[in-house]
């Protein structure tokens, strides 16, 4: 077991209220350090607990139900996309989104990453803001991929020859029109700003649309909206690598 913050909560106060509690999972401790201090250093942020392999990051997440868990990929005994795939099939910690943080940035990884149902994938060389804004985000329950990124990666990997017939099509019958255009559109990588400003409506009108299109489709946030997308065929890849919709 890693060092911690003070066990089954205790002195955790500062975390109540609407601050985020992260859970930090990395089996270098210079880098936990690292990032703690720094996450720790945001008044709405605080570091509530350490793993240093992907098994102890799944039992510490449902010991401490944390926020946002900032996730390693290589890591001893477990990984951490098996980690994360552990985390996210748990009902008991459907609130937990989880943030790749890794060295390894390939379409693959990305990939596999939200296979597992990992809220965003980002690298390590992130300045700090950035992964301060990262676990704001992910918090927030949107997908912290580019639009380019998504691209990219349907067109890749989630759309590949094997994934090409759409499954479970009928899903979509509990979407009204609106629902559908909106989760075709978040399928493109488009963030809930320029949704609205595509159909003129404000961002607090779209991204009640696509939560409640995220209910209804039982998906766990954008990012998972994005595979189901494809999977059901309400997006397709297109020949440029480029994504539409239906």
Sequence with gaps: MTDDAPPDGQGTDEAAGDTL???LADDQ??????FRTLLDSADDIAVVGEAGDGREAVARTRELRPDVVIMDIRMPTMDGLAATAEICADPDLRATRVLILTTYET?????????AGASGFIGKG????GLLDAVR???AGDTLLSPAATRSLVARFLATPADTTPRHPERLAALTPRE??????VATGLSNLEIADRLYLSPFTVRAHVQRAMTKLEARDRAQLVVLAYQTGLARAVPDGGTDHL
């Design 180 to 185: 559908r255009e909106m989760v075709a559109l």
């Design 137 to 139: 985000t992910i918090a």
């Design 29 to 34: 401790a210079l880098l936990r350090g690292a």
């Design 126 to 129: 992130i300045e700090a803001h």
């Design 107 to 115: 379409d693959e990884y990305v990939a596999r990453a939200l296979r």
């Design 21 to 23: 509690r992260v859970l």
